[in-house]
């Protein structure tokens, strides 16, 4: 009897981009319906129970994936230095930050009609991490002496909905120049005169 030798085993570093990486390839190739366990776990060559463990939708799993492609672009954006610039040129900068694909929009939006539990999770994570932003923004702006008074929440979070709304009616996608277009027209045109319309 042949002895047949087995294929080593993943680490769990190298099982997850594997994961992940399938996820991100099916999604961008053939679109989200084509996210499922089963199509991840093949390209992946790994079994499905391992991914029905893990998490509990196709979403669940796809947010994990864009995390993980993210992480360190999601840091640098988080640790933006704002002293040295102008209210309006750093409300620029961070919504210049904005990279989500074509692909992962059209899914949100359809998670989003769905108001699923893991959605709901995005949109608290992705709000509070926005909210951080703009205090520490608007707090620079305060030491500049460009604003003396408090803003409101939804003021504060009103550019990044304004750009997740323009990326998800996109069909093709945004491409870093159209970005940086429509950052720099929403914050002259409307971000900043409702801000200054607080004092």
């Not at 079994?47 to 796809?62: C, M, N, Q």
């Not at 769905?114 to 994570?125: E, L, R």
């Not at 929403?186 to 005169?193: A, L, N, R, S």
């Amino acid at each position: 009897m042949v002895n047949k030798k087995r294929a080593p085993r993943k680490t769990n570093e190298a099982l997850n981009k594997a994961i992940f990486q399938a996820t991100i390839t099916l999604l961008n190739n053939e679109g989200y319906e084509a996210v499922t366990f089963s199509n991840v776990a093949r390209l992946a060559k790994t079994g499905r129970p391992v991914l029905y463990r893990r998490w509990h939708s196709p979403f669940d799993l796809l947010l994990d994936a864009h995390n993980y492609f993210s992480e360190d672009e999601v840091d640098d954006y988080t640790n933006i230095d704002f002293s040295g610039s102008t209210m309006r040129e750093n409300l620029i900068r961070i919504l210049s930050h904005f990279n989500a694909s074509p692909q992962f929009m059209r899914a949100f939006l359809f998670e989003l009609g769905q108001n699923t539990s893991a959605v709901q999770k995005f949109s608290n994570q992705m709000h509070r991490q926005n909210l951080y932003l703009m205090e520490r923004l608007l707090s620079q702006a305060q030491l500049d002496g460009e604003i003396k008074h408090t803003v409101t929440d939804d003021v504060k979070l009103l550019p990044f909905n304004l750009l997740q709304y323009q990326a998800m009616m996109t069909p093709n996608g945004m491409t870093p120049e159209s970005v940086q277009t429509f950052a720099e027209s929403v914050v002259d045109h409307i971000v900043v005169p409702a801000i200054l319309a607080q004092q």
